[in-house]
């Protein structure tokens, strides 16, 4: 039996955020948040950063929390820890999905198995400044197979941070910070946009040189900032730039864009081989033995791998090459597992996008010029390829993350009287509808599809104990049932024109009684031409399908010409967002 680690208060404790003793760690890191005077931590933070630009980045920023993560045995002994560091022992807790995810791959075990919850215990600055310890908590029982996460989070504090609010975040003093932080040494590291809270994120890694134990700095602005966004990520150097500093120069510029067909295919590539699979996110694998395991000649193999090194798929470790969190994700068994989604774009869509120039001159989807037919009577026709086509679109599932929490889904599931309807409209195999029914288990469901689309939805829905609640309805666009509480039309409306758009929406808006919602998933289009997923995904549709993303100006129109009305929309994750929409007041008219 292995020991829990000790979770009683140390008599001396350590005096940095790392080491092996979890309470000292947990202690060290509230001690360092309630000490920090924000300009003082900020020069330490980067040094050499003084004078008028320091005091502005005083002016600007604040320290809010230094995160942690520790590995109690039990609920008893986390809360007894908190206490012991002088911390709200009833903070309250919730999941910690980003962390349980990161964990999960980095240490290649199943999410379901990773207990990690997030807790802010409050605490004061010098000056009775309003801060927190950003507490990550997993659970490690005595004798547990999860011991040797915590060894190795112990030993590395991935996921430890300090973090600063932008005070007045607008674009140009974002654009201000992040140039300054870039001057005295720091890198991009990544960043987000959350939903839930409004806020973005920008992560930086700290300079060498930088004079405290953290090497990662969390810069949290309120609000939409993805525009600002997008420039931090593309900031993040490509591996195989080679100019002095760090910016790719016009020609290399260009030959990368070219070489992106390259890049799809070794992806696919990696993914149908099994790669993945055949390595190991920690230990080295050499050439010759993942030959043998996915069936390749070992120097052809090395060249691929040489390939999918740069691109930050795998690594080169001391006896081979080892997977990366990135690469994880092609593998099958992953979480939200991107799989399927690599053999598309590598494959059928790959194809088609050979014939783009046929699309921009004529206006007929490329798919339809390659293969005779649309792409969804190709994919019907073709039960292997329909199927890789509807693991394709759950693999996008984190998209419907916040969707459950809707408040149109929360006041129906609340409401009082009889049980509630949700309509899924073409809903796939159910990935959208599932997690309703999950998040709400007094709403009743239908899902509207074909019929060799419901075989694999009856299976999804019955995994997850939902299939009792919903009923499977065969038919298309024009069998909408009617008399439904909330309608759901997700990623459905890009995939055609407008003149087709209209007719769903026409059904939709039949079905519809005075006080039904409906809730529809897509991307938007940036009105101001900013980069955006949407974008990319508008190319996409032109070329496969002959639809089209839009702006939310042009979805209102719409709506409006089927008697709907546009209520508003908010942002989901991986660029989409949900508009709220009902039937139009009496009278109004497009």
């Known amino acids: 039996m292995h020991s829990a680690p000790s979770f009683t208060a140390p008599a001396h404790p350590t005096p940095a955020p790392h080491g092996a003793d979890d309470t000292g760690r947990l202690d060290a890191t509230a001690r360092f948040v309630r000490e920090q005077d924000t300009s003082l931590l900020l020069a330490r933070v980067l040094p050499g950063l003084d004078g008028p630009e320091l005091r502005a980045f005083t002016d600007q920023c604040r320290f809010a929390h230094a995160a942690v993560l520790v590995f109690p045995p039990d609920e008893a002994a986390l809360r007894s820890g908190l206490a012991g560091c002088g911390l709200d022992a009833g903070a309250p807790a919730r999941p910690s999905v980003v962390v349980r995810d990161r964990l999960a791959v980095r240490y290649g075990h199943r999410p379901a198995d990773l207990d990690v919850r997030i807790l802010r215990p409050a605490v004061r600055g010098p000056a009775g400044e309003h801060r ?15 011991a040797g996460i915590a060894a190795g989070e112990r030993a590395l504090d991935h996921e430890a941070h300090l973090a600063f609010d932008v005070e007045r975040p607008d674009p140009l003093v974002l654009r201000g910070l992040l140039a300054s932080f870039a001057r005295h040494g720091a890198a991009p590291d990544g960043g987000g946009y959350n939903p839930h809270e ?62 992106g067909a390259w890049t799809t295919q070794a992806l696919a590539t990696c993914a149908e081989l099994g790669l993945p699979e055949a390595l190991d996110l920690h230990t080295g694998t050499p050439v010759p033995e993942l030959a043998r395991a996915v069936g390749a000649r070992p120097e052809s193999l090395g060249v691929l791998l040489r390939y999918l090194a740069m691109l930050g798929v795998v690594a080169d470790a001391p006896d081979g090459f080892r997977l990366t969190d990135v690469g994880a994700l092609l593998a099958d068994a992953a979480p939200s597992s991107m799989r399927p989604l690599a053999l598309m774009y590598g494959g059928p869509f790959y194809r088609s996008f050979a014939h783009l120039t046929h699309t921009v001159r004529s206006g007929e989807p490329a798919f339809e010029h390659l293969y005779g037919e649309n792409h969804f009577d190709h ?23 916040a969707l459950p929490s809707h408040p149109v889904l929360s006041a129906a599931a609340g409401a009082p009287g009889g049980p509630r309807t949700v309509v899924d409209v073409a809903g796939g195999t159910g990935a959208l509808l599932g ?9 009743r469901g239908t899902l509207l599809e074909r019929p060799h689309v419901l075989t694999a939805a009856r299976r999804h829905l019955a995994a997850l104990e939902a299939d009792g609640r919903c009923a499977f309805q065969e038919g298309d666009f024009a069998d909408v049932p009617a008399g439904a509480d909330v309608y759901l039309l997700s990623r459905v409306l890009h995939d055609w024109d407008d003149e087709q758009c209209r007719s769903i929406l026409r059904h939709c808006a039949a079905a519809m009684g005075p006080d039904a919602d409906l809730l529809v998933v897509e991307r938007l289009l940036p009105a101001d031409g900013s980069p955006s997923l949407a974008t990319a995904w508008d190319l996409h549709m032109m070329c496969n399908t002959g639809g089209s993303e839009r702006t939310a100006v042009q979805y209102a129109g719409l709506f409006a010409a089927c008697g709907l009305a546009l209520v508003g929309h908010t942002p989901l994750a991986l660029g989409a967002h949900a508009l709220h929409v009902r039937r139009a007041a009496p009278g109004v008219t497009a």
């Open 379 to 401: 994919f019907a026709r073709d039960p292997e390829l329909a199927a890789l086509f509807d693991r394709s679109m759950v693999a996008s599932a984190p998209l419907f993350d």
């Open 132 to 146: 927190a310890v950003e507490v990550f908590a997993l659970t490690v029982p005595p004798g547990s197979a999860l």
């Open 198 to 259: 409004d806020g973005t994120v920008f992560y930086l890694a700290l300079p060498d040189g930088t004079k405290t134990p953290y090497r990662r700095v969390e810069l949290y602005a309120r609000g939409d900032h993805r525009d600002v966004l997008d420039e931090h990520l593309r900031r993040i150097p490509a591996p195989w730039s080679t100019s002095p500093d760090g910016a790719a120069q016009p020609a290399e510029t260009l030959l990368r864009l070219l070489t």
């Open 435 to 443: 997690r309703v029914l999950t998040a709400h288990p007094t709403l």
